[in-house]
């Protein structure tokens, strides 16, 4: 029998298992004609309902920074009317898969457990920052790594100028860093340090004079702090994230600037995913990547 329908929804209306659905539809027999009209009417109601454009979507949401992602989102629902989407925030996937959401937006480490968990779920996945390729996500929304790399090594280099110094890595670079700055400044050395190291790694260097980090701001805080042990002082820091360390430390004047990615642009490009795949809107279901965005001293939000 050909619909338009997915079995999931099918299942829903009728009040019976997608696999009972299934065997209706594919006329694999026992079951009882009871449930095959029960089936039926609900293929039938489904298509006297309304546009699938005017419709309310429930979405899980699973992130790590709950706070940020609920303002981004509230600011960005709007945007998608008529389609309603009701996010549900969740501390974990076990919670997803016992909800009635039609959609997840996950941001989570990239480990065997958590591609487990999204393997046993029967909704579409669209993993938010960091990816699972290993997964049976249906797309991935993050920033463009070459193009955050290339950038901080644009500011590292226009912020120092003509003034000689090393530049010291804290945490793994951005791809893209190093090819920049081997194009701009092929004088400059660049030192890595894990953060636990930098005060060893000042010591034995002495011509420091800018830090290019992506790691968390307490971590950026505890760099500051070991500049201030040795009694150094650097020209430039470039850090990722804009969280709420990384802010004190711009309005500090401890960072010269911070890159982050649009969280809004972020959780738009992954509700149209999800409803892409869930047939809702027109189109392929596709990766997305969002753009850098740059905050120093003079440009931090509200």
Known sequence: MKHPHRIREIAERAGLSQATVDRVLHDRGGVRESTARRVHRAIAALDQREPPFEHTVAIDVVVPRQRQVRAALAAELPGLLPIVVRPRFAADLSRVARSRARGLILDAPDTPEVVEAV???DIPVVTLGSDLPASKRVAHVGGDEAEAGATAAYLVEQLLADR???VLIVGEAARGFHAE???????R???AAGTGEVRQA???NPAV???YSTAAGDENTAV??????ERRKYDVFVAHDLDAANTGLLRQGKVSAVLHHDVRAQLRL???ALLKALGVLPGPVRDASSTVRVTTPMNIPG
């Not at 500051?224 to 042990?229: D, G, R, T, W």
Request: net charge positive; proline share 3%; charged share 25%.
């Open 119 to 121: 393997g046993r779920l």
């Open 224 to 229: 500051v702090e070991a500049f201030a042990a």
């Open 209 to 211: 004079r800018a830090v």
């Open 164 to 166: 000689a110094g090393d």
């Open 189 to 191: 050395r660049l030192l």
């Open 181 to 187: 700055m081997r194009s701009r400044a092929p004088h």
């Open 202 to 204: 000042l010591a034995a």
């Open 270 to 272: 992954a509700c149209r």
